[in-house]
């Protein structure tokens, strides 16, 4: 049964020439004849899109542009959200229906991607009220043994801080351990905020990114990657019955779940939950996941 799921795994997800990710987003289709000119227009450079562009190895929405403000060669791809107050996602793998995140399958263990990016927002809203953000995201999955059903296996993000110049940046991917290995991988960028009561130019924010790279072995931790473990205290260790979290408020957690050491999922809690019921599990080594828009977090948990 494992073995036909994972067939039909692979014949559900992009299989993906090594040599064709186009990650230098140089080649693009359709016509660039539509340029964008009213108040909401990209800060430092103009950008040319239309309905009919796409971009080769990739699924984008109407929010994603191309542009000749380039950190090397023609063209660089822009991941915007502007005057529709609407999330722009730029995905790795071809799909035709938008917002939707390809699972792909990589022939070799994919260890994270680096790359180069700017950040750049409008001249309207100096202030940053609406919570905007860009966020570039590597999610891995894997077939639990004990279900056969595709869990996730990591999430692993990188909030892009503010940059007018093209800065280098790295998303690493954080496995359990050295021998996990993932069944399919989603990779997407996204603009967005957190607050669509209004349509406004103060939402625009635009994310350029250029020159990405995909290492298939084990990468070095740079500045730019978040210490996201670090952020998260447990306590007490060991535990009794209760297990108690805190973390400051830029964490922002979406899903938590105890595991055991296989990674077979025990009990879901309530994302903002701070106390957790352990009680009712035998005494051993746990694992909790944290899911967060930063990241996936996974920490140990004694219970006594």
């Known amino acids: 049964m494992k073995k036909l799921l994972f067939i039909v795994l692979l014949a559900t997800t992009n299989v993906l020439n090594a040599q064709n990710y186009n990650l230098s987003f140089e080649a693009w289709e359709g ?5 964008i000119n009213d108040s909401c227009t990209l800060p430092l450079n103009p950008a040319v899109n239309s309905s009919g562009d796409r971009l080769p190895q990739w699924s984008a929405n109407p929010g994603v542009l191309r542009t000749t403000d380039a950190h090397s060669g023609n063209y660089a791809a822009v991941v915007c959200m502007w005057y529709y107050a609407r999330t722009g996602i730029l995905g790795l793998g071809q799909d035709s ?3 939707i995140i390809c699972k792909n399958y990589f022939p070799q263990k994919l260890y994270g991607i680096s790359g180069y990016y700017k950040y750049l927002t409008d001249s309207f809203a100096p202030n940053d009220i609406h919570n905007k953000n860009a966020i570039g995201h590597i999610r891995t999955y894997k077939i639990n043994p004990a279900n056969n059903m595709l869990e996730v296996l990591t999430h692993d993000s990188l909030v892009f801080t503010k940059s007018n110049a093209y800065a280098p940046y790295q998303i690493i991917i954080n496995y ?3 021998l996990s290995s993932p069944d399919s991988i989603s990779v997407w960028f996204e603009s967005k905020n957190n607050d669509l009561t209004n349509v406004t130019c103060s939402y625009a924010h635009f994310l350029y990114l250029d020159d990405l790279n995909f290492h298939f072995s084990p990468m070095s931790v740079g500045a730019r990657k978040p210490a996201l473990k670090k952020k998260v205290n447990i306590y007490p260790s060991p535990a009794n019955g209760t297990v108690y979290l805190s973390y400051d408020n830029e964490l922002r957690v ?9 990674g077979r999922k025990i009990k879901t809690f309530d994302p903002q939950a701070k106390s957790l019921a352990v009680k009712p599990y035998p005494a051993g080594i746990y694992l909790l996941h ?3 828009v930063q990241g996936h977090i996974i920490k140990k948990i004694v219970l006594q």
């Open 254 to 262: 979406e899903g938590m779940w105890l595991s055991d050491l296989s």
């Open 97 to 99: 229906t938008e917002d």
């Open 290 to 292: 944290i899911q967060s």
């Open 176 to 178: 359990p351990d050295s």
């Open 31 to 35: 016509s660039f004849n539509v340029p």
